[in-house]
């Protein structure tokens, strides 16, 4: 491949990682250290949902988040990779 069209797949790559992470953000270790009330997994809560219901929809989120998150970086690292072949082409 030439140096320009591997130079441009590495910088649209690199943008695009860099546009999901900002949507999307890092992976953040929770540093909580109170202890919250305590509810039972059918307590219903005010939007009608039980709190197991809550917790599998955080869960989820939480998953995709951290999966979008990582594959933003992986394209970051493939644009840079692109763009380091063009150079050494």
């Known amino acids: 491949m030439e140096a320009k069209i591997l130079n441009t797949i590495g910088l649209v790559l690199s943008i695009l990682g860099g546009i999901l992470w900002f949507f999307y953000g890092f992976p953040q270790p929770t540093h909580e250290e109170g202890v919250g009330l305590a509810?039972?997994?059918?307590?219903?809560?005010?939007d009608g949902r039980?709190?197991?219901?809550?917790?599998?929809?955080?869960?989820?989120?939480?998953?995709?988040?951290?999966?979008?998150?990582?594959?933003a970086l992986g394209l970051i690292i493939l644009g840079f990779v692109f763009q380091?072949?063009?150079t050494w082409k």
Request: glycine share 6%.
């Open 84 to 86: 380091l072949w063009a």
């Open 50 to 71: 039980t709190v197991a219901e809550h917790k599998e929809q955080v869960r989820k989120t939480r998953g995709r988040y951290l999966c979008i998150s990582r594959l």
């Open 39 to 46: 509810l039972e997994d059918g307590t219903r809560l005010r």
